[in-house]
């Protein structure tokens, strides 16, 4: 492994002639041209072609005067220019595609199968930053420290998350500590691992028979999300134990109609009144809804729906994303929570 490690250098544009320059002016220090002929066995007659390439691409620096002496660019240094370009590019890139994408996702689905765990946390990390209002989290606690940097800059954002946490020992649950919109809950027993993002698209790791090793399906298509959504609702996290819970001092966004109902129950016994906004679909009309909720109507595996009553004193029932029997098909609500005895601000 360590004698190929200057081979991940390709990832970056250079061939191989390149990569043997650098790696040796990395090793070895600065060098005359010959001096780099003898050490890396390039041809003469290509050596400052490649020069001037590697000049361009900032992997190395010429000195002036008679005789050129080559030097490498830190390692650090390259590196560092290299993230600061690829996360410029990348949020150039999203804005561009956001803006002129022709497609609408509403009618669109993806299934895929994402083999090793390496891979299986990789996804979960793109999953969670991409995440816009709503992210579900089920993971063992091996897992958690992998993605917990990712899990905190999501927090940070004001994005809603639902984690639930595989544990082993009273250690392991004391340790489990996230700030923001977060609701967290843990169990003892292990159980599917899944990570869904704002309703549209979920990760499930299916556990491998013993000798074999687990793999992740992961999809976009939302009558199987609706599916794994209710799923991760009534076999995982209602059989879960709290560690934290809905916060009515803050503002919560959700894309699930039962996280959102979990959320009104627990402010209402409590003696809050709710305010909603609702983002959703009355037929195929873009609807938004703003008003006070009159109450839930939930039938296990079979409805969640919340009643909102507007400005203009029509009810609305609200249902999830595939809802048939509601006014509404929601996309989004956000609510919060106001003490009885306090006035809207």
């Not at 009534?234 to 959700?254: M, T």
Request: aromatic letters at 10%.
């Amino acid at each position: 492994m360590e004698e190929d490690i200057f081979e991940g250098l390709s990832k970056f544009g250079l061939s191989s002639y390149e990569i043997k320059i650098y790696e040796s002016l990395i090793l070895n220090g600065p060098m005359a041209s010959t001096e780099i002929v003898k050490s890396t066995g390039v041809p003469q007659p290509r050596v400052y072609d490649l020069f001037t390439s590697l000049l361009k691409k900032g992997f190395i620096e010429q000195s002036l005067g008679k005789k050129t002496i080559y030097k490498a660019v830190p390692i650090s240094t390259i590196m560092k220019r290299q993230r600061e370009w690829l996360e410029s590019y990348s949020t150039n890139l999203e804005r561009y595609v956001q803006k002129r994408k022709i497609y609408s996702s509403n009618y669109k689905s993806f299934l895929s199968v994402v083999e090793k765990d390496e891979k299986i946390t990789e996804k979960i990390i793109n999953m969670i930053n991409e995440t816009e209002s709503e992210l579900i989290l089920s993971v063992k606690y091996e897992r958690l420290n992998s993605v917990m940097p990712d899990l905190t800059n999501a927090a940070k954002k004001g994005i809603t998350i639902l984690l639930l946490v595989y544990v082993a020992s009273q250690k392991e649950i004391r340790s489990i500590n996230l700030e923001g919109n977060v609701l967290i809950r843990y169990s003892g027993s292990k159980g599917n691992e899944m990570t869904m993002c704002d309703r549209k698209s979920c990760l499930v790791t299916v556990l491998g028979d013993e000798g074999s090793k687990d793999y992740g399906i992961y999809l976009e298509e939302d009558d199987l999300i609706h599916v794994m959504s209710y799923y991760f609702n009534q076999s995982l996290w209602h059989e879960a134990k709290v560690l934290k819970n809905f916060d009515p001092s803050r503002k919560w966004e959700f894309s699930n109609i039962w996280v959102a109902c979990d959320a009104i129950d627990c402010f209402m016994k409590d003696g809050y009144r709710i305010e909603a906004y609702v983002e959703g679909y009355f037929h195929e009309d873009r609807r938004h809804i703003k008003g006070m909720v009159e109450r839930t109507e939930r039938i296990p595996f079979v409805r969640n729906s919340i009643y909102i009553k507007d400005e203009d004193e029509r009810i609305y029932s609200v249902g999830g994303k595939t809802a048939s029997l509601e006014d509404i098909k929601m996309t989004k609500i956000t609510i919060r929570a106001i003490k009885q005895d306090s006035t809207d601000k």
